[in-house]
């Protein structure tokens, strides 16, 4: 199980840090991946990282402006976004890999989700 948190109404340009708190699972084995899906649009994967935190993925659109982290201690995955533009409103949902120590990054092969958080940035 997954839920998410963190999500709000924020200015362009500023900053928000998405939580993902998994329970029932191995989380300290999987991989976690960061979705989003803007009114009208088909859910897009934005980020994601493996089991062990070495290997990390981000889209083109938020490179260099979002940080994806996972806490194995804390069975909790973030998101950091900062210099938030407009096209960033969507609902955020995190997503744990089918399976256990995959050693890259899937851009598809997710099993369990959250409720997801709505984002919303304001111009």
């Known amino acids: 199980q997954l839920a998410e948190s963190g999500g709000g109404l924020v200015q362009a340009g500023g900053s928000l840090r998405l939580s993902c708190v998994a329970s029932?699972?191995?989380?300290?084995?999987?991989?976690m991946g960061w979705f989003r899906q803007a009114p009208g649009k088909e859910r897009e994967f934005i980020a994601g990282?493996?089991?062990?935190?070495?290997?990390?993925y981000y889209k083109d659109v938020v490179k260099g402006r979002f940080t994806i982290s996972k806490e194995n201690d804390k069975n909790t995955l973030y998101l950091q976004m900062n210099a938030l533009k407009p096209e960033d409103t969507a609902v955020y949902y995190c997503?744990?890999?089918?399976?256990?120590?995959?050693?890259?990054?899937?851009?598809?092969?997710?099993?369990?989700w959250g409720q997801g958080t709505q984002v919303t940035v304001s111009s």
């Open positions: 029932g699972y191995a989380f300290s084995s999987h991989g």
């Open positions: 990282i493996t089991w062990n935190s070495e290997v990390v």
């Open positions: 997503a744990a890999d089918s399976y256990r120590s995959r050693p890259y990054i899937t851009h598809q092969d997710y099993d369990s």
